[in-house]
């Protein structure tokens, strides 16, 4: 799960150049064992069903941000699809995508240029730009069967909101480029798609500069309720039903 644990700097000996590997699935033995449990003791329609394998996947999110977006992509009833800004490894997406089947039918499109988040960045400079996340990221929506529910958009979320087709978002969950600029680019752009009775997730909320994003934006979206920030790294937000 932590991304650190997975990250390997790997030196070339003949050009003495590096770069930056990151694994995107691992279980350790004791994982395995409790994921046999787990699918034995839970129906497929909760997430502790799949919870010790979904652990395998590399990511930020926590057990409880994944178990609250998976159930807000089973249970709102709200109409169109799924979209997240920034899936990296798939962690989030895979939730959301596990939800979505629960609920018995939808995509969830994954927008993200996996080129790497500003987090990576700020850690290793001009190292975190000599990886990509997509292969780890497809391997793991193969390895969840999720194939026909997950729509991989290979694209900055700029250029994704540009040819997107205008169909309306019941569940849009941002967690791309973490600077004012890109968070307000992303509510606006997308925000503007979620329908009546759909919501909104913003990850790493406690964040200033996506806090400050949120804010500034989302009375212009009109509709959205209070935003709701229990876990105070990530908000869910409502837009009002009809
Ligand atoms: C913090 S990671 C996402 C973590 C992921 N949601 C998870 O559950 O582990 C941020 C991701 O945003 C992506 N990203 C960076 N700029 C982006 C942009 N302009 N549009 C969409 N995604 C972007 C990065 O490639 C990176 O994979």
């Avoid at 009546?196 to 200033?208: F, L, T």
């Avoid at 949120?214 to 009002?240: C, Q, S, T, W, Y």
């Amino acid at each position: 799960m932590n991304v650190e644990a997975r990250t390997t700097i790997l030196r070339d000996a003949r050009t003495g150049a590096s770069r930056l590997a990151i694994a995107g699935f691992g279980q350790t033995r004791a994982e395995r064992a409790a994921a046999m449990v787990a699918r034995i003791r839970y129906p497929s329609s909760r997430f502790e069903h799949h919870l010790p394998r979904w652990n395998g996947i590399t990511g930020w999110l926590s057990a409880r941000q994944g178990a609250r977006l998976f159930d807000l992509a089973r249970g709102l009833d709200a109409v169109g699809e799924v979209v997240e800004i920034g899936s990296a490894f798939g962690r989030s997406t895979v939730a959301l995508g596990l939800g979505t089947r629960a609920r018995g039918g939808g995509k969830v499109y994954g927008v993200d240029p996996h080129t790497g988040g500003i987090g990576l960045a700020q850690q290793y400079g001009p190292l975190a730009q000599s990886f990509s996340s997509l292969g780890p990221f497809l391997q793991n929506i193969v390895r969840f069967g999720l194939e026909d529910v997950i729509v991989p958009l290979v694209l900055p979320s700029a250029r994704a909101a540009e040819v997107w087709p205008g169909r309306p978002v019941r569940l849009l969950f941002i967690d791309g480029w973490h600077d004012y600029d890109e968070c307000s680019r992303d509510m606006l752009a997308w925000g503007r798609w979620v329908s009546p009775g759909g919501g909104i997730v913003v990850h790493d909320y406690d964040w200033a500069e996506v806090r400050r994003a949120v804010e500034d934006h989302l009375p212009k979206l009109g509709g959205f309720g209070a935003i709701e920030a229990e876990d105070p790294n990530m908000a869910v937000v409502r837009r009002e039903a009809q």
